[in-house]
């Protein structure tokens, strides 16, 4: 399994990124995917995940702003992410999860990860 992040850059506050995930997978059958951050020193945090019906959930920090979604036909998974903050500055990754009963934000349950994209907002 390869993810490939792309769409990382510097921005400034209330600025807008588009990261985009492509898949060696066939995401229509994966049954969980996501997105996560880190910064240097803190634990990864899981940011969104969909599941294969479509259904979707996010960190509270997130709601509201960030938007993930997936093309079947390209596979690829997105996240846009709009109004940014400096606290969403982070290295973000894709990860993907072939099966299961739940798709939680969990890096722990997350079986294969991207090399990650830096996301700089100031």
């Known amino acids: 399994v390869q993810l490939v992040e792309s769409g990382g850059g510097s921005v400034q506050t209330g600025g807008s990124l588009r990261l985009s995930c492509a898949a060696s997978?066939?995401?229509?059958?994966?049954?969980?995917m996501g997105w996560f951050r880190q910064v240097p020193g803190k634990e990864r945090e899981g940011v969104a995940v969909t599941d294969r019906d479509g259904v979707t959930d996010y960190a509270d920090s997130v709601k509201g702003r960030f938007t993930i979604s997936k093309d079947n036909t390209k596979n690829t998974l997105s996240l846009q992410m709009n109004s940014l903050t400096p606290e969403d500055t982070a290295m973000y990754y894709c990860?993907?999860?072939?099966?299961?009963?739940?798709?939680?934000?969990?890096?722990?349950?997350?079986?294969?990860w991207g090399q990650g994209t830096q996301v700089t907002v100031s």
């Open positions: 990860a993907s999860r072939r099966n299961g009963l739940e798709c939680l934000r969990d890096p722990d349950y997350f079986a294969h």
């Open positions: 997978i066939d995401t229509y059958s994966t049954y969980c």
